[in-house]
Nanobody, 116 residues
């Protein structure tokens, strides 16, 4: 059974940066992603990555500000978030599955709050 554990959320001022990590155990999946859910809104995909060749896809709202990457040796997926905006405030979830649908397994979520 694959398990995903996120870390790295927190409170940051607008314009700041945060780095989220997702440690995977119990197996390797062909794709991973970061999703987020803000209060009163539906969960949305932020960025996904294909494990074999690091192909990535991003939501338009984060292009140029967020970067998803993977550490092959450590089985970790990272989301580097720069130039954060208050509208990025949400619970961020790591997920994994069969590329390009990476929503089979989920982490517990980590809160990201961006103050203005």
């Amino acid at each position: 059974q694959v398990q995903l554990v996120e870390s790295g959320g927190g409170l940051v001022q607008a314009g700041g940066s945060l780095r989220l990590s997702c440690a995977a155990s119990g197996g390797t999946l062909s794709g991973y992603g970061w999703f987020r859910q803000a209060p009163g809104k539906e969960r949305e995909s932020v960025a996904i990555i294909r494990w074999s060749d690091s192909r990535t896809l991003y939501a338009d709202s984060v292009k140029g500000r967020f970067t998803i990457s993977r550490d092959y040796a450590k089985n970790v997926v990272v989301l580097q978030m720069n130039s954060l905006k208050p509208e990025d405030t949400a619970v961020y979830y790591c997920a994994g599955g069969v590329w390009p649908r990476v929503d089979e397994y989920w982490g517990q979520g980590t809160q990201v709050t961006v103050s203005s």
